[in-house]
C-alpha cells in the first residue's frame, strides 16, 4: 500500500512554462484534493474531487487547472507558471468512514 | 465558516505532556474538530478528532469543553519526534458529500531534551 504518492518531488520551471503535477492514490478512496504551502504558512486548498469525475475550485484556484483522469488519479496543471507558483504543492485523498486526509510528500516547485 | 486560534509557539519538556490548546468559539454545533500535524516539511499527519465527547487513540487525546468552544490535544509523553506544526482545524461541508480542511498557521511545538 503506497498510499498518495506524487511527482515529480522537485522541479524548476521558468516563467510562462507549463508542467502537470501527477497524484495517485492506491486506497480506492473518492474525494481528493490539491493544496499548495507557501513559507511558514498553512496549507491552502487549490482545488478538490469530491468523486470521479467531478472538480470544484477552492480558496486558491486561479492559474491551475485539474483532471480527474480516473478514481486513483488527479493531476494540477499550471498552464503559465509565475514566481508567485513557487510553492510545495501537497494532494490528499480523504477516508470516507472518518473523514480523515492523507497527504502525499509533496512537490516543490520553484517558478524562476 | 468556524475559524480557529492556536498559539504560534510552544514548548514542551522530553517525557513530559504537551497541552495543545485551541478556541474554536464560533463552531456550529454539527462541525467536528479535527487536529493534524506537519513534521519538517512532510505532508500533513492526521491525529484525532472529535464533536463533543473526549477522544482517545495511540496517539494523543482530545478534549473538548462542554460549550464546544475550545478544545485541547494532548500528547501523554512527548518525544523528541513530536516536534512539528499542530495544526487545529474545523471541517467545513463542501457539498457534494465532500468536507473541507481549512489549515491555519497552527502551533509549532518543540520538544526538549
Known amino acids: 500500500n503506497a498510499g498518495v504518492t506524487q511527482t515529480p518531488k522537485f522541479q524548476v520551471l521558468k516563467t510562462g512554462q507549463s508542467m502537470t503535477l501527477q497524484c495517485a492514490q492506491d486506497m480506492n478512496h473518492n474525494s481528493m484534493y490539491w493544496y499548495r504551502q507557501d513559507p511558514g504558512m498553512g496549507l491552502r486548498l487549490i482545488y478538490y474531487s469530491a468523486s470521479e469525475g467531478t472538480t470544484d475550485k477552492g480558496e486558491v484556484p486561479n492559474g491551475y487547472n485539474v483532471s480527474r483522469l480516473n478514481k486513483r488519479e488527479f493531476s494540477l496543471r499550471l498552464e503559465s507558471a509565475a514566481p508567485s507558483q513557487t510553492s510545495v504543492y501537497f494532494c490528499a485523498s480523504n477516508y470516507a468512514l472518518t473523514d480523515t486526509q492523507y497527504f502525499g510528500p509533496g512537490t516543490r516547485l520553484t517558478v524562476l | 465558516d468556524a475559524k480557529t486560534t492556536q498559539p504560534p509557539s510552544m514548548d514542551c519538556a522530553e517525557g513530559r505532556a504537551a497541552n495543545l490548546p485551541c478556541n474554536h468559539s464560533?463552531?456550529?454545533?454539527?462541525?467536528?474538530v479535527y487536529w493534524y500535524r506537519q513534521i519538517h516539511s512532510q505532508g500533513p499527519q492526521y491525529i484525532i478528532h472529535?464533536?463533543?465527547n473526549n477522544e482517545t487513540n495511540e496517539m494523543a487525546s482530545l478534549i473538548i469543553t462542554e460549550d464546544r468552544k475550545s478544545s485541547t490535544l494532548i500528547l501523554p509523553h512527548a518525544t523528541l519526534r513530536d516536534t512539528a506544526v499542530y495544526y487545529c482545524i474545523v471541517r467545513v461541508y463542501s457539498g457534494a458529500g465532500s468536507y473541507q480542511l481549512t489549515f491555519g498557521k497552527g502551533t509549532k511545538l518543540s520538544v526538549i531534551p
Open positions: 464560533t463552531i456550529s454545533g454539527n462541525e467536528y
Open positions: 472529535g464533536l463533543k
